[in-house]
């Protein structure tokens, strides 16, 4: 369906008639979402929003570095490449005791999903081993659990699935004709071949990628247009703002204009209606006006907790504010319990 069908299948009184978007995305059809008039788009993605979620629940979800800096690869954004001088230091993966403790203070606070990221190009198979252990215990508390480790081979996914994995993070970051503008050091082709093993073990895929890497907007289209025509499209997609940190190549970026991202966000939502649309890096610098506009426009995950592998995010009582002011309620995606963090 395009995007002239689309808008016609929308009705102001009846939108749970609304027909599901179906792909794949032309470039030209997403690029035509992403010029609507704000306040026409928003609409659009807030009724494709409560169709499909009409509880309006927000996930919440604590990425923990369990293996910091050292990465040989060059990924422009990226304090944690060995080729940048941004003041992080390599440390060895942490020990399954800190990771647990790190899972149940998250599990405490709210989250309901728990990421681990690790600083590789790609895993051996001692690491993914290692990993695998972690993956077990943080399962053990009955959270969901995610892992960004790199680029994996088809048997490390199958491993990881064994552990009891439920998603795998390995961002597309912008278009393919844009990609080499920030990293050399892997192909796009590379990306899509460990999303292809990480679904083919059985593994729920949480893909995305960034705003504000010096992207013309034809490139941020084609990123929703890769994102929404992987067959089938991820069932988690985070949209990041650049977080420029000193030292890295992307350092003396643009900031993104605030309306940009969010029609970032309700064009994921209408392409990929089922997806947990996840609103991740860049949440401090938005300020809650704006965090509030991308909720309307079908956001509904974030990163909870006080750092986003190594650079800051919204502390917990912020969060918990500011979901309180709005009156969203975060669930336990393990049970039927609605927990009330605007309570």
């Given at each position: 369906m395009g995007a002239n069908d689309l808008q016609q299948a929308i009705t102001l009184h009846r939108p749970t008639k609304l027909a599901a978007p179906q792909g794949p995305w032309t470039i030209e059809a997403i690029q035509a979402l992403?010029?609507?008039?704000?306040?026409?788009?928003?609409f659009e993605a807030q009724t494709v929003h409560r169709q499909h979620f009409p509880e309006g629940d927000i996930e919440l979800a604590t990425l923990l570095s369990v293996k910091t800096g050292g990465c040989p690869e060059n990924c422009g954004y990226c304090p944690q490449s060995a080729e940048f001088d941004t003041g992080v230091k390599a440390q060895k993966l942490m020990e399954v005791d800190e990771v647990v403790r790190a899972a149940?203070?998250?599990?405490?606070a709210g989250a309901t999903r728990f990421c681990m990221g690790a600083a590789w190009r790609a895993p051996k198979d001692r690491d993914v081993e290692k990993v695998a252990?972690?993956?077990e215990a943080v399962k053990g508390l009955g959270m969901q659990t995610c892992a960004t480790l790199g680029m994996l081979e088809p048997h490390h996914a199958h491993q990881l699935k064994a552990a009891g994995l439920d998603y795998y993070n390995h961002n597309l970051d912008t278009?393919?004709?844009y990609y080499t503008d920030v990293v050399d050091t892997r192909t796009y082709q590379d990306r899509l071949d460990t999303l292809a093993h990480v679904r083919s073990a059985g593994i729920s895929v949480c893909c995305g990628g960034i705003v504000g890497m010096g992207e013309a907007p034809v490139h941020r289209a084609g990123l929703i247009a890769q994102l929404a025509n992987l067959n089938p499209y991820p069932e988690s997609v985070p949209i990041n703002s650049l977080v420029r940190v000193p030292g890295t190549p992307l350092a003396d970026s643009e900031?993104?204009?605030?309306?940009?991202?969010?029609?970032?966000?309700?064009?994921a939502r209408i392409t990929?209606?089922?997806?947990?649309?996840?609103?991740?890096?860049g949440r401090q610098q938005m300020g809650d006006a704006v965090q509030a506009l991308c909720f309307m426009a079908g956001a509904n995950s974030i990163f909870y907790g006080d750092k986003l592998l190594?650079?800051?995010?919204?502390?917990?009582?912020?969060?918990?504010?500011?979901?309180?002011?709005?009156?969203l309620q975060s669930r336990r995606t393990t049970t039927t319990e609605k927990v009330e963090v605007c309570a």
């Open positions: 992403l010029d609507k008039p704000l306040m026409d788009l928003l149940q203070a998250a599990k405490d252990v972690l993956v278009a393919p004709e900031p993104v204009d605030p309306f940009d991202f969010v029609r970032m966000i309700a064009v990929m209606p089922t997806a947990r649309v996840r609103l991740s890096a190594v650079t800051g995010n919204p502390d917990v009582e912020a969060d918990v504010q500011l979901l309180r002011k709005l009156g």
